[in-house]
């Protein structure tokens, strides 16, 4: 008995139907795939991103501009035991300053005495601190400034290279 049309068009329906169906049913499972595979890399990079941010906040706490750093050396030079007047304003230095006008004209003063003072406690070193001090504090001040102001540094590197002296060879 030979196959009637109408059998024909309804097996190729059928299998027109199946594979539809298949085609359907697999993108559906590569498109969840997909979804899920993107929501673990999601998590992942945002994971790396709060591992990152975590290490910038603390290189953007250790990192300190060198006129703060070298205010800080000063003023460790600076502190004595037997003036406790000029202690109390050398605490005051910040950044940022807490001092206040007058209060930086008395510790100008007693800088300025310091620089002069001849007193065996008095180390040359600390008289020389005494004279740089002032002019730090208004670096350090500037730089602390720009800092609020949301500036940054760009540190560069300079490489001098040195004349031979007379009696070496160039190589």
Do not use: C
């Not at 510790?107 to 005495?113: D, S």
């Amino acid at each position: 008995m030979p196959p009637t049309s109408w059998a024909v068009t309804s097996l190729v329906l059928t299998a027109l139907i199946s594979f539809m169906m298949t085609l359907y049913f697999m993108r559906r499972t590569m498109a969840n795939a997909e979804k899920l595979r993107l929501a673990v890399d999601h998590a992942a990079m945002l994971e790396r991103l709060n591992v990152l941010e975590k290490q910038l906040a603390l290189v953007g706490q250790a990192v300190v501009p060198i006129s703060t750093a070298f205010q800080a050396i000063l003023v460790k030079e600076l502190t004595h035991f037997h003036t406790p007047e000029l202690d109390a304003l050398l605490a005051k230095i910040g950044p940022p300053s807490a001092l206040t006008p007058d209060e930086f004209l008395a510790l100008a003063t007693g800088l300025e005495a310091r620089s002069h003072d001849m007193n065996v406690l008095i180390s040359d070193s600390e008289r020389d601190a005494a004279l740089m001090l002032p002019f730090v504090m208004k670096r350090a001040q500037h730089e602390y400034q720009l800092m609020q102001q949301g500036e940054t540094y760009q540190m560069s590197f300079l490489t001098i290279h040195l004349a031979p002296e007379a009696g070496e060879a160039r190589r």
